[in-house]
């Protein structure tokens, strides 16, 4: 429980807003859809094995995209691909987040000039939440990307937006 | 063990139509070239002769060599008209320790190549590879159709003058 772990004697309430107790559950187990692509998968696994230890942030690699929030697009998006991923993050139930990581699924990266097979940034075909630089970025650069999403998602409101 | 001449020299005995010469002007080693509609059978020769007994494919890859006539079309793209397109084949034989490189050069407009497929398995994807990004069209060939890009891909994307579509799918591609 962390938090709120022995701050309350037994039958109190919490009072709380809709939107921080919802935004607080979201954004502390963001499960992300197990799914890597190239070279930043392999950085994307260790940052999830126990090293670095993704699931401290309550991040948990699920094994299909109906019971996943976030997909981590870790590699090199080819055009081949590209249709599939388009395919897995409609799967995806609401709220979904995406988060691009590496330089070739922010804009092609060294495949921007000649790479006739590469999607020239995932964000094509997909909208993107937060961009991870670096190729590959190391985990703690990760990390960074996921308090970004979580920074995100803590502001996110459930209301009707007037005009 | 044989040297690279050594072999030639067997080959054009027994095939000497099909044998077309050898290069050994060449820095890296010397490349014997083949007909391309004949050389399934000079392969199988390879394979099976006891005195050569090449029993491994190391690699077969295709070539563009871009050795026609260049000219540009409206947009400023350049088109290669004639010319060839090679297959090379690195062959190792584990018994006998000796290896040889193959050549064959097939026309551009028409790159038909005799498949060695039924020789070396491992010659199947390479050649699938082959006619994927260069479009050379292997006879006989068991199931000849595109292995890295996807199956409704227009063109060959290692020719010298291709030009990238400007969508596939919807999905902008430059």
């Known amino acids: 429980m962390g938090l709120l772990d022995k701050e309350f004697s037994e039958g109190n309430i919490v009072i709380a807003k809709v939107d921080d107790l919802f935004n607080w559950a979201r954004l502390s187990s963001v499960w992300q859809l197990g799914f890597g692509l190239a070279c930043c998968a392999i950085e994307m696994m260790a940052t999830s094995a126990a090293h670095y230890d993704f699931d401290r942030f309550g991040v948990i690699p699920r094994n299909t995209p109906r019971q996943a929030d976030a997909i981590i697009i870790s590699g090199t998006v080819t055009l081949k691909m590209a249709t599939r991923i388009k395919r897995l993050y409609e799967q995806m139930p609401d709220p979904k987040y995406i988060i691009s990581m590496g330089s070739c699924a922010n804009s092609g990266g060294p495949y921007w000039e000649h790479g006739y097979h590469v999607l020239k940034g995932v964000d094509r075909v997909i909208p993107v939440d937060v961009y991870v630089p670096g190729c590959p970025p190391r985990p703690e650069a990760l990390f960074e990307g996921l308090l970004k999403l979580q920074e995100k998602i803590r502001n996110e409101s459930m209301r009707k937006k007037t005009v | ?174």
């Not at chain 2, 067997?10 to 000497?16: R, S, T, V, Y």
């Not at chain 2, 390879?46 to 079309?73: I, Q, W, Y």
Request: proline share 6%.
């Open chain 2, 1 to 174: 063990m044989k040297t690279r001449e050594e072999i030639f020299e067997i080959l054009k005995a027994q095939f000497p139509d099909a044998v077309l010469g050898i290069d050994a002007s060449l820095p890296t080693e010397p490349l014997i070239s083949i007909d391309p509609l004949k050389i399934k059978d000079i392969c199988v020769f390879l394979r099976d002769s006891e005195e050569l007994k090449f029993d491994s494919l190391m690699l077969l890859s295709g070539v563009d060599d871009a050795n026609g006539t260049k000219t540009k079309d409206e947009q400023g793209h350049d088109v290669i008209t004639g010319g060839t397109l090679s297959v090379y084949y690195h062959l190792d034989s584990v018994y006998l320790k000796h290896r040889v490189t193959l050549k064959v050069s097939a026309p551009r407009e028409n790159p038909d190549v005799e498949s060695v497929s039924y020789v070396w398995r491992s010659a199947d994807w390479h050649e699938r590879e082959a006619f994927d990004l260069l479009g050379i069209n292997f006879l006989n060939h068991p199931n000849l159709i595109r292995i890295l890009m996807p199956y409704d891909w227009e063109g060959y994307p290692l020719r010298k003058d291709y030009k990238n579509p400007e969508f596939y799918l919807g999905m902008k591609v430059n």
